[in-house]
């Protein structure tokens, strides 16, 4: 949850930051940007590191170098410094994700696992909420560098309590050398199809996430508090279906296929139907429906690929996946802004979303289900 709040804290801040540094409204998306860059590189070393050292270390690592980065961020005095400050405060965000799962895959068996990466999953969903209520309010009283100090020093702690109460597996292992299959093997037809699949979904979870606000108010010109209540209520739909689903996968005994392929061609449905719709209680009343199905499919296709590739494998499948996931959500805001910019039309902008979602589905029709236990 934490480093998701610094990962998303740009986004409420941005704009206090880039006056006081005299930047463009244009620079300010280069930094989400030179986060992502970084972002998606350390999910892939990230899962690497979590197989080859163990999830506590990784995870007390990369909170340590966030923490370090987040604070001096918070010094930035030029637009470069900033650049490369927000690329490592990527570089570090992406390892707690491989290790998380790795942590989750290991301590529950599959019959559990489902719940337990629901409710891993449903930190983003906690932040974005925690993001929106605490961050304004904080910049306000001590202002945009002060609240990046608070952050870095949260994750500093963080690392700390994590360094001590962490434990790999419930009761650990003898610490012999352990045979892993070459990183090669990773790459097999189920894991590029979910690694597709799972880009598809993002590119339209991310796309709503970043544009729907804005095209709220430039296409209908609802205020943007009215704007932000309405996502603000599709987040929280999201924070209960994600371990909903994982708990009704588990009683279906492990079986993810059939309502991966269900979900997201409810969220494809949901983003058409957003795009024809005008007016705010409308746009209320779908809430909750496209939060739904902008969140729902995550924990069952994170939970494939730990099980797809095995448990020794599962945090470098988990990066390198997650890595692929994430070039979605980093191509999809800028498509769909210059989509909306040349149509003027919002029916067009949620069109282009809900591409993603279908050929997620389409992809996950081929995926054949075996279980690695």
Known sequence: MLSTVCRLAWGTLALPAGESLGLPIAALGVFVTAFYAGYVLSNIFGGVATDRFGGRITLTASLLGLAVATFCFGFTPSLFVGLVLQCLMGLTAGADYAAGVKLVSTWFAKTERGRAVGLLMSASSIAV??????????????GWRHTYHLLGAAALILAAIVAVCVRNRAVEAPTGPIQRPPLRTLFTRNFLLLSIAGCGAFWGTLGFASWAISLMVKGYHLSPVSAGIVVAIAGAAGLVSKPSVG???????????????????????????????SSLDAFTIA???????????SPLLVTLVAEQSGIDRSGSAAG????????GSAISPAIVG????????????????ALGPLLG?????????????
């Open 129 to 142: 909420i925690v993001t929106n209520a605490v961050l304004p309010g904080l910049v306000a009283n001590l």
């Open 247 to 277: 708990w009704l996968s588990d009683r279906l005994g492990g079986r993810r296929k059939a309502l991966t392929i269900a979900s997201l061609l409810f969220f494809c449905a949901t983003l058409l139907v957003f795009g024809q719709l």
């Open 287 to 297: 809430a909750p429906f496209i939060g739904v199905g902008a969140f729902v499919y």
């Open 320 to 327: 390198i996946a997650n890595a692929i996931w994430q070039s």
């Open 338 to 353: 210059f989509i909306f910019q040349i149509s003027h039309s919002f029916s067009m902008a949620f069109a282009a979303l």
């Open 361 to 373: 589905a389409i992809c996950m029709l081929f995926i054949k289900e075996h279980a690695h236990h």
